[in-house]
């Protein structure tokens, strides 16, 4: 679609190439005011993160299975804190200015960041499905060293196939370039690429952490019933009752988290199944940005100890 400034002539994003994509037409006042609007979303997802995983990594009691995963997940939502004013910048100039080399890198880092969350939540997933339905079992099950073998496996997986992804749908395919207007930056992804991502990156991650929460908050159902029943009737509970009441709390929390973070991905892959406007998949790329800035303060106000941690730092 072409824009036209007031006196008709329209701009390009490389006015000396002819080969240049149109610039999209934003008042300097417009222009000003989501410039500062992303900025400020950047810092405080940036910010915010990095509380959380300065925390974790300095007070010796927050080194646990669940967050060294949360610390995982933490690195994932900062890094799209530093992706958001790159994007910022090709949303609302409409151009891509940074070349091509640092166009595939920056292609190949959203992927991976994307792909890395969501399998965090799928590891957060597994460790509170252990934690709270089989208690006795998980201090052997889930130890730092299987967790941080896990989450490893997890980066180097998204990273491949973020890779993978953008250098098979053309990307560095010269047949593609010439589809392309100079300062684009995208790749056309194909058919069988389509079913490919929505399969491995939303709906068998999805069916997964909802099967394992279903069961979850089912256990925790019963575990809080059983728990209050005893306090009601003055019988003193054990230790290992609280660690129950203790575990259910957090799996709830992080129940929250990952329950957010689906609400915001099902409706971009819905419309991006059905091919909806661009305006629209823009819209809700940046709902998934935004979850980022959100986890932390998901942390900080519902999760029990590290909101004591954060509070006191």
């Given amino acids: ?48 993160n990095l509380l959380v995983i300065i925390s974790i990594s300095h007070f010796k009691k927050l080194h646990t299975p669940t967050n060294l995963i949360i610390l995982s997940l933490a690195v994932a939502d900062m890094l799209v804190g530093f992706v958001m004013p790159i994007e ?7 151009c891509w200015y940074f070349g091509e080399t640092f166009c595939g890198l920056f292609l190949v880092i959203t992927g991976l960041v994307m792909s890395a969350s969501l399998s965090n ?3 957060i997933a597994v460790d509170r499905f252990v934690a709270v339905c089989h208690p006795l079992r998980y201090p052997q099950k889930i130890t730092m060293t299987k967790t941080l073998i896990m989450i490893c496996l997890s980066w180097v997986f998204s990273s491949t196939y973020s890779t993978v992804f953008v250098i098979n749908n053309g990307y560095f395919d010269i047949s593609h370039k010439t589809n392309m207007c100079y300062g684009e930056c995208s790749v056309m992804i194909g058919f069988a690429w389509r079913v490919t991502d929505l399969i491995l990156t939303f709906i068998f ?51 929250i988290i990952v329950t957010v973070y689906l609400l915001c991905w099902i409706p971009f892959y819905i419309c991006s199944i059905l091919a909806v406007s661009s305006t629209t998949i823009n819209v809700l790329m940046w709902v998934l940005y935004i ?19 954060l509070n006191s730092s």
């Fill in 1 to 48: 679609m072409a824009y036209e400034t007031d006196d008709h002539e329209i701009q390009y994003c490389f006015p000396a190439i002819n080969s240049s994509c149109i610039k999209g037409k934003l008042s300097r006042h417009e222009s000003s005011i989501m410039y500062m609007f992303f900025s400020l979303l950047s810092a405080w997802t940036v910010f915010l």
């Fill in 88 to 94: 910022a910048t090709r949303l609302i100039e409409m």
């Fill in 121 to 123: 939540l799928v590891l």
């Fill in 205 to 255: 991650p999805c069916i997964l952490i909802i099967s394992l929460y279903l069961r979850i908050f089912y256990i925790v159902h019963q575990q809080v019933k059983v728990i209050n029943t005893l306090m009601k009737g003055g019988k003193c509970i054990n230790e290992g009752s609280v660690r129950k009441k203790s575990e259910s709390k957090a799996a709830l929390t992080l129940g």
């Fill in 291 to 309: 979850n980022s800035g959100l986890n932390p303060m998901v942390y900080a106000l519902f999760y029990p100890g590290l909101k004591r941690q």
